[in-house]
């Protein structure tokens, strides 16, 4: 009888050790590099507009686009930095998808009906300079000729 308690308890500890193995081993497998080939791409371009609320509508229409991972819009700058997967789409959709929200971007003039449609304090100014500084411009930067 006591044989048999034995080997059932040798066993479980074989069973035991055999087990901690196999995890051992599958955690090692899971650790190989994946395949994974994201050509993501960074880009930044000018697009026009005033206000937080444009800042909102810019970025939800380049988040829309699908492959786009990070949309920001600076609205002192007039600018937007986006980061995309270059396998799902491209910089031409992103200005298309803004454009149709009604902003101008420097590649695409912004859709007019959706531009009627903006709150009145986003109808931005279509002559407005994009990619900006950032810091206020000098008036005169011409040379001076007398
Ligand atoms: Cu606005």
Redesign the pocket.
Known sequence: MKKVILSVAVIAVLGFVSCKNETKKEAETTQTEGTSEVALKELSFGVR??????KNTIEKAANAVDGVTKAHWDVDKKKIDVAFDGSKTDAMNIHKAIAASGYDTEKVAGSEEAYKN??G??QYDHTMEMNQSGEIKAEDHGEHHM
Do not use: V, W
Request: net charge neutral; aromatic share 0%; hydrophobic share 20%.
């Open positions: 507009g005033n206000c937080g609320m444009c903006l709150p304090c986003c």
